[in-house]
């Protein structure tokens, strides 16, 4: 019985220290800011897209409280408010109407933004939430 309390009172440490591991710390310190980086998604609704740095990309403006991106072809813009403390709310977007193939992801792209309620990042991924779970992943592009 000692030795069992010896193993689990072992693993509970070693534990403690995995989680305060370096590798975590360097995840923060490579986190980029929301607002500037050029975002490109990368997963959509839980199904994983082609990275294309040209389409389907965002950057927040926060002097502006702003937002501009690209979806399939279309350029599109809107506004949007966060408090710093990981809550961001997208308010309608606007977008061209240049026909183009992919249109009904542009539009599940643009739906999903305007539903988002807060975010997260890990390292140079921005992970959007809506209040369904996790809708989107982009990565970052300084």
């Known amino acids: 019985m000692k030795s ?15 989680g305060c591991c370096a590798c975590r710390h360097g995840a923060k310190k490579s ?10 998604l990368v997963q ?3 199904k994983t897209l082609q990275n294309d740095p ?3 990309t965002v950057v927040f403006r ?4 702003r937002l501009a991106g690209v979806g399939a072809c279309n350029r599109l ?12 709310t997208i308010g309608r977007i606007a977008a061209t109407r240049m026909a183009c193939p992919d249109l ?19 390292g140079d991924m921005l ?4 209040d369904e779970g996790l809708t989107a992943v982009f990565q970052g592009r300084p």
């Open 77 to 88: 813009t809107g506004s949007y408010e966060t408090d710093g403390k990981r809550t961001l």
């Open 54 to 56: 040209e389409r389907f």
């Open 4 to 18: 069992f309390l010896r193993i689990a009172s072992l693993a509970a440490l070693v534990l403690t220290f995995a």
């Open 44 to 46: 959509l609704g839980g």
């Open 104 to 122: 009904e992801l542009e539009g599940a792209f643009i739906r999903t933004l305007e539903r988002v309620v807060r975010y997260d990042m890990d």
């Open 31 to 40: 986190r980029l800011p929301l607002a500037g980086t050029r975002w490109s």
């Open 127 to 130: 992970l959007l939430f809506s």
């Open 62 to 65: 926060d002097e502006e409280r």
